[in-house]
C-alpha cells in the first residue's frame, strides 16, 4: 500500500479519537454539573415540601377504653343509666342540681336528656368501686370516636359545671376555658344567681352555700403552713373569713404543675369545691384542678 495513504488513514484515526476524547470529556462535564446542580437543589425541595400534619393530641376527657353501651335514660337527678344496666354519674362534672332553681330544674335535666338519650357510647369506669347509691363514675365518649366527648358537650352548653375532685386533673384543665366561654354567654345553668362565681368579700353569700358546690374568687393575702395542713386565707379575720384549706399530699402535687402555695400570697385565684362549715367558710382542695390562678 502507498506509504501516503497509510499516513492519512492513521491521521483520519487519530483526528476520529481526538474527536471522541472531547465529546466524552463535554459529556463529563456537562454530567459534573447537571450532578453539582441536582446537589444544590435537593435541600431546596426538601425544605419546601410541606410536613405531615401532627396527629391531634387525643382528649383527656374521652373515653381511653371501654366495651360500647347506650344510654338508655338520665335520671330525675341527672344520673346515667345505660342499656346494661350500669348507673353512672360523670366524672369532673357538676349538673348544677344545687345552683339551678327548683322551678327550672325538670327542663334542666330535659335538656341533657335531649343532648344524651340514646347515644351509642364508649363508656371507661374510674377506678373504684361504685358508691353507697350503686353509682359508678364514668367517662364516656361517642362511640364511633368522632365527636366530643359527652363531658366537653356538657359544659360547653352550659349544662354543667366543672368539679374535678381528684378525678382527672387533666381533663378539668381542659374543660376550664370551655366553662368560661359558657358563663360569658350566660348558657344553661350560668343563668342562675346561685351558679355565679361569688367574690371572697361576699362572706354570708358562702355561708349560704355551706354542703353544696360553688367556685369562689379572690386575692390569697397570706397563707399559713401547719405540719398536716396549709391555709390558703383570702381574709385577716380567721374566724370569719372564706379560707381555702389543703394537705401537704395536695401540696406536692401542686408543685408538680408548676404552683407552689407559698408562691400564691398575692395572687387572684378561683377555688372551686363543696363548702364546709368551719370556724369559717371554707373549700379544701384535693386536686389542682381546683384552683385557678387568674392573675
Known sequence: MDARRVDCAARRDQNRGMAGSS????????LGVALM?????????????????????PDPCAASAGAPAVIESVTGLGEIRLADGRLGRLADLDLG??????????????????????????VEETPG???RWGRRVLRISPAEGSGAPIHRLLVQSGLARVQPLEEQDACAAALLPVEALARTQGLGLWREPAARVVSVGETAAIRALTGRFAIVEGQILSVGTRPRRIYLNFGRDFSRDFTATLSPRTARLLEKTGIAPSSLRGKTVRVRGMVAARRAPAIEITGAGQIEIVR
Open 37 to 57: 446542580l441536582a446537589c444544590a437543589v435537593a435541600p431546596t425541595l426538601a425544605q419546601t415540601q410541606p410536613a405531615p400534619p401532627a396527629a391531634p393530641a
Open 97 to 122: 342540681i344545687d345552683a339551678v332553681s327548683a322551678g327550672r330544674w325538670n327542663e334542666h335535666v330535659a335538656a341533657i336528656r335531649q343532648a344524651l338519650l340514646g347515644l351509642a357510647v364508649k
Open 129 to 131: 368501686p361504685p358508691d
Open 23 to 30: 465529546v466524552l470529556r463535554c459529556f463529563d462535564v456537562r
